[in-house]
């Protein structure tokens, strides 16, 4: 079975241009551009050979020397890509370039991260204890050794934990604030208004000001999905 760039050099040979081709194959304009460089290149024959005694040009795998905007790619993507996954390449080639979508993507997972825990690390009441088998022994030597842990423990593991993410995201917060001020005039739109969409995601995280009553409206906001939308 062919894999994807296959199929794609194919269409690419027939004229489809690789924005078409990114829409078909669902990937990014990027990984095209990757798979031009990892294979179709190839598949196209090797750059004609320096002849002995000429000066070294930086050429690319058609032949031509390359555009800045191309080293750059070759900067983010070239230099260990054949060694790498075809996904992780892909992972590569989605990823933001500006500095404030990278640590706003990093901001996100971080919330995510902590809304999360609030399901995974519950502690219902003081009665909620968990009792875990951790260890079995057979043989000459027969036993078992279990672990407890008591609500106050657990309750003070979470707490522990929380406080440390909050103080990352606060951090992270912070620092996208102030990249954002230092490069004003070069921000978009999109990138000045999450300040206020990161203050108010995590005055609900922490409960300033309100209650805390449903954890999935929070969810909702932060994944950029409503409830009506995770019910249908």
Same mark, same amino acid.
């Given at each position: 079975?062919?894999?994807?760039?296959?199929?794609?050099?194919?269409?690419? !040979?027939?004229?489809?241009?690789?924005?078409?081709?990114?829409?078909?194959?669902?990937?990014?304009?990027?990984?095209?551009?990757?798979?031009?460089?990892?294979?179709?290149?190839?598949?196209?024959?090797?750059?004609? !050979?320096?002849?002995?005694?000429?000066?070294?040009?930086?050429?690319?795998?058609?032949?031509?020397?390359?555009?800045?905007?191309?080293?750059?790619?070759?900067?983010?993507?070239?230099?260990?890509?054949?060694?790498?996954?075809?996904?992780?390449?892909?992972?590569?080639?989605?990823?933001?370039?500006?500095?404030?979508?990278?640590?706003?993507?990093?901001?996100?997972?971080?919330?995510?991260?902590?809304?999360?825990?609030?399901?995974?690390?519950?502690?219902?009441?003081?009665?909620?204890?968990?009792?875990?088998?951790?260890?079995?022994?057979?043989?000459?030597?027969?036993?078992?050794?279990?672990?407890?842990?008591?609500?106050?423990?657990?309750?003070?593991?979470?707490?522990?934990?929380?406080?440390?993410?909050?103080?990352?995201?606060?951090?992270?917060?912070?620092?996208?604030?102030?990249?954002?001020?230092?490069?004003?005039?070069?921000?978009?739109?999109?990138?000045?208004?999450?300040?206020?969409?990161?203050?108010?995601?995590?005055? !609900?995280?922490?409960?300033?000001?309100?209650?805390?009553?449903?954890?999935?409206?929070?969810?909702?906001?932060?994944?950029?999905?409503?409830?009506?939308?995770? !019910?249908?």
């Amino acid at each position: 079975m062919k894999e994807n760039w296959e199929l794609a050099y194919e269409d690419y !040979k027939s004229g489809m241009k690789r924005k078409d081709i990114a829409q078909k194959y669902n990937v990014s304009i990027n990984t095209v551009k990757s798979w031009k460089q990892r294979h179709w290149n190839k598949k196209e024959g090797a750059p004609p !050979k320096r002849k002995k005694g000429a000066p070294l040009k930086n050429k690319n795998a058609s032949g031509r020397t390359p555009k800045k905007d191309e080293n750059q790619n070759a900067r983010k993507h070239g230099f260990f890509a054949k060694w790498l996954p075809e996904e992780v390449n892909q992972i590569i080639g989605e990823m933001p370039e500006d500095p404030l979508d990278i640590l706003w993507a990093n901001i996100q997972m971080q919330m995510a991260a902590i809304v999360r825990a609030q399901n995974i690390m519950y502690v219902i009441d003081e009665n909620d204890k968990t009792v875990e088998k951790v260890e079995q022994k057979e043989g000459n030597v027969i036993g078992e050794r279990w672990e407890v842990q008591q609500a106050w423990d657990k309750q003070a593991n979470f707490m522990s934990a929380q406080s440390r993410a909050m103080k990352t995201l606060e951090s992270m917060i912070k620092q996208y604030d102030e990249l954002l001020h230092k490069n004003w005039e070069l921000a978009t739109e999109e990138q000045k208004a999450r300040i206020n969409q990161l203050k108010a995601q995590t005055g !609900k995280i922490t409960g300033e000001g309100q209650e805390i009553e449903d954890m999935s409206e929070i969810e909702g906001e932060i994944y950029g999905t409503s409830q009506t939308e995770e !019910k249908a």
